[in-house]
């Protein structure tokens, strides 16, 4: 049967290597995960970035002199605002307007709450940074006012807060970036999903359109070992889809400057062999499913049918985990693709896993790999699949 095996398994992995436009699509289609991660970091690290002046469009700037002088001082550059401020700031063409009433300087003078207006659009994600940044300023120009009236007044300014609230946050760097890049577990599995894909139903269902299925089982060969072959050669190309896909984030990553977003992303080797080993057992489970439709399958666009489907839902725990992150158990683990996701997210975070975790995800998903390879083997021996239904 060994020897049967590795023919079969030779000449698949033969045949779908000379369709060069095929592999290079599949390839290609996993690359799409780390270009959208790149380009959509890439934006988000720009709009982060506190190396930047603050640029302040400033209407009145003559009412508040002291506040402009403290402004310009904290480094902000104040420019003189349009008149159609608004019209600009609602077409994304201006983050945000300080606007400084008339009667500033006489609230001011008398001791009252002087009242300025920060012009905004929160509906806009580029603006928020720039936002941010000017109530900061404006804040800390108020609590500088605010002390000195009371201490010419004779009153320590500590009695006006009388408690003060010291936030200590004991998170670190990696695993903020987990919070922050819950995206790549989904990608890295979808591409362990879509690798595969094509070669599980041309192996199958596409064989029997062509009716070189019939023949092939006319051959002294175990259906066991002829399943067998098939489905390592769809095991081949997810793990090659999942390695490309991995090292196009690992890629990627070095090149964004996350640190613009305050994360930190750990990528030595035994970060990266991590990631690879999480996610690889996906692969034994998602081709023998994929190979289990296929010869289901009534035809090769059923069968394209069915696993769009399926590539479907290895994406709900992914999005479950993103809206809604949880506490990892050791359970969690042992269940396919929930687990991969898991220990993705750990590695990202440099959580210490230990060898336990990746036993669970290798021994579950070779357990139910094993499962449909069974029933794929044993629907074979029906003639109504072997000749097609009706």
Not at 12 to 27: F, P
Not at 43 to 60: F, I, N
Not at 176 to 183: C, F, P
Not at 368 to 387: H, K, P, S, Y
Request: hydrophobic share 50%; with cysteine.
């Amino acid at each position: 049967m060994k020897a049967l095996f590795s023919t079969v398994f030779k000449k698949e992995l033969r045949d779908h290597l000379r369709d060069r436009r095929s592999v290079a699509s599949a390839v290609g289609f996993t690359l799409m995960g780390p270009l959208l991660f790149g380009m959509m970091f890439t934006v988000m690290a720009s709009w982060m970035r506190e190396d930047k002046p603050l640029e302040l469009p400033v209407v009145g700037r003559t009412h508040a002199p002291s506040l402009v002088a403290f402004l310009e001082r904290a480094g902000a550059r104040l420019s003189e605002a349009p008149q159609d401020y608004e019209a600009l700031i609602q077409a994304g063409k201006l983050d945000t307007v300080l606007v400084i009433p008339d009667t500033y300087g006489k609230d001011f003078s008398e001791g009252h709450s002087a009242a300025v207006h920060l012009v905004m659009d929160n509906s806009r994600n580029q603006a928020r940074k720039t936002v941010q940044r000017a109530r900061q300023l404006l804040a800390a120009y108020s609590g500088m006012l605010g002390s000195q009236r009371l201490l010419a007044r004779g009153v320590a300014p500590e009695l006006a807060a009388p408690l003060r609230v010291e936030e200590v946050d004991l998170s670190t760097p990696e695993r903020l970036a987990a919070t922050l890049l819950t995206i790549i577990p989904i990608f890295l599995v979808f591409a362990t999903f879509s690798g595969g894909m094509n070669v599980a139903i041309d192996a199958m269902a596409g064989e029997r359109e062509r009716g070189s299925l019939e023949s092939l089982l006319l051959n002294p060969v175990r259906r066991e070992a002829l399943v067998m072959g098939k489905w390592l050669t769809a095991v081949v190309f997810a793990v090659v889809a999942s390695t490309v896909c991995l090292l196009g984030f690992v890629g990627v990553m070095t090149q964004v400057p996350l640190q613009d977003l305050g994360v930190k992303v750990r990528l030595d080797a035994v970060a990266v062999l991590g990631l690879w080993a999480g996610v690889l057992p996906l692969a034994l489970m998602a081709s023998a499913v994929q190979m289990l439709l296929s010869t289901f399958a009534r035809s090769f666009k059923e069968a394209q049918t069915y696993i769009q489907v399926l590539m479907l839902l290895p994406m709900i725990p992914g999005m479950v985990l993103v809206l809604s992150p949880v506490q990892s158990q050791t359970w969690m683990f042992a269940v396919p693709v929930l687990g991969q996701e898991m220990i993705i997210q750990e590695v990202i975070r440099g959580e210490p896993l230990g060898v336990l975790p990746f036993l669970l995800g290798l021994a579950s998903c070779a357990a139910l790999a094993g499962v449909f390879l069974a029933w794929t083997a044993r629907l074979l021996a029906d003639e109504r699949i072997i000749f097609g239904r009706s």
